[in-house]
């Protein structure tokens, strides 16, 4: 696997259409509040955007795409609704697992799977493996994803496979590869539906430079025009990674440190 540059290390090419995309999917219980349904009619509803953005991305040519299903704080919710999001997790694993292959689409989960049920890490596994070739897109599901988790996990690897390592001696090279996205560049745009400006524990390492988007548009009602509006915003953006502006227009595509 080769090793994705660290923004904090080097300045990364930008592109216009941003290559990993990261979403905090939030405002399916007031959706459905809205409309005097339960709040789990927002989660089916949440999954029918998902499904829509997901081929967005392909098709504008994104190649990562990443989204927050399930915090590991959300444990903290009512168990009816926990419940309902590990059979909603299940039921669409199993029945989208075969198009997402079909589309040329690589389905990755981050997070501590060993709190779920088993028939849902044995269909993380399979699902993984099934759709392993796929090029046009990798598509990542946070679930039981925290930020801090990642960190630690990531430094409780790179400890494991290097145990003679000091303290001193820890650096941003040996530890990015221990992180659940590794196998990732680090993402160029996060976008939060649902009106709230908090990153909620998801990607805290790699955010480091990431262009941050708010809507208060609520997840089950973000659309390709949406994801659209989102990526015109996010081509307006200087990205100086620590620069000033005129040393952008000396050097736009700078990779030196
Ligand atoms: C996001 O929608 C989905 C999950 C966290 C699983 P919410 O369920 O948080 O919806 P709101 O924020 O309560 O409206
Ligand atoms: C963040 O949404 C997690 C997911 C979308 C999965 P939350 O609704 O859990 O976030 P808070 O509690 O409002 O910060
Ligand atoms: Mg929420």
Avoid at 63 to 68: K, M, R
Avoid at 109 to 133: K, Y
Avoid at 138 to 164: E, H, K, S, V
Wanted: aromatic letters at 10%; glycine letters at 6%.
């Amino acid at each position: 696997m080769t090793q994705h540059i660290s923004s904090t290390l080097l300045v990364p090419e930008v592109s216009a259409i941003p290559r990993h995309v990261a979403i905090i999917m939030d405002g399916n219980g007031r959706w459905a509040s809205k409309r005097f349904m339960p709040r789990v009619a927002g989660h089916s509803e949440g999954l029918s955007a998902v499904r829509k953005i997901v081929e967005e991305c392909r098709r504008l040519g994104v190649e990562y795409l990443t989204v927050f299903a399930f915090s590991s704080e959300n444990w903290r919710r009512p168990p009816e609704e926990v419940g309902f999001l590990m059979k909603l997790f299940l039921k669409s694993l199993k029945s989208e697992v075969s198009k997402l292959a079909e589309n040329d689409i690589a389905l990755k989960l981050v997070g501590d799977l060993s709190r779920f049920d088993p028939s849902i890490q044995e269909m993380v596994r399979s699902s993984e493996e099934l759709t392993a070739a796929c090029k046009s897109l990798t598509f990542t599901i946070a679930a039981n994803y925290g930020g801090r988790w990642d960190i630690l996990q990531a430094m409780q690897g790179c400890l494991r496979a290097n145990p003679n390592l000091q303290a001193e001696q820890v650096t941003e090279e040996l530890l990015q590869p221990h992180l659940a996205m590794a196998y990732a560049p680090e993402p160029d745009l996060f976008i939060r539906t649902g009106g709230e400006q908090r990153v909620s524990n998801f990607l805290l390492w790699q955010l480091a430079y990431t262009e941050l988007y708010f809507t208060d548009v609520l997840w089950p009602d973000f659309d390709e025009a949406q994801l659209r509006q989102a990526f015109e915003w996010f081509g307006q953006r200087e990205r100086r990674f620590g620069r000033t502006s005129a040393q952008l227009i000396a050097q736009p595509m700078s990779d030196v440190a």
